[in-house]
């Protein structure tokens, strides 16, 4: 197990940029897949990135590619969400969260240790 500790989250204008950071409790962070996700009111929970402990990471959805990039650095216990061109439609509590799996990487199911999510918000 691990426990996930989200920050960075705030209020931005569209077009700005924001960096999300996760920080991991345990001397195992390193052999956990990371993943980010993201929620609004009244929808299911939906993927966002994810990057194995190699720092190899997965096709982004598409509703993100090309504007947010997903780090990691292992000997910090903490991965990062940078955010950037952001538009209203970003506007959601975004989790981490940590699995041991290589696969299935953007389902929710697939973890099993989450974070208590931070708030994103992107005025138009």
């Known amino acids: 197990q691990v426990q996930l500790v989200e920050s960075g989250g705030g209020l931005v204008q569209a077009g700005g940029s924001l960096r999300l950071s996760c920080a991991a409790s345990?001397?195992?962070?390193?052999?956990?897949?990371m993943g980010w996700f993201r929620q609004t009111p009244g929808k299911e929970r939906e993927f966002v990135a994810a990057i194995w402990p190699t720092g190899v990471t997965t096709p982004y959805a598409d509703s993100v590619e090309g504007r947010f990039t997903i780090s990691r650095d292992n000997a910090k216990n903490t991965v990062y969400l940078q955010m950037n061109s952001l538009k209203p439609e970003d506007t959601a509590v975004y989790y981490c969260?940590?699995?041991?799996?290589?696969?299935?990487?953007?389902?929710?199911?697939?973890?099993?240790?989450w974070g208590q999510g931070t708030q994103v918000t992107v005025s138009s």
């Open positions: 345990g001397r195992t962070f390193s052999r956990f897949t």
């Open positions: 969260a940590a699995t041991l799996a290589y696969s299935g990487t953007s389902l929710v199911a697939s973890y099993d240790n």
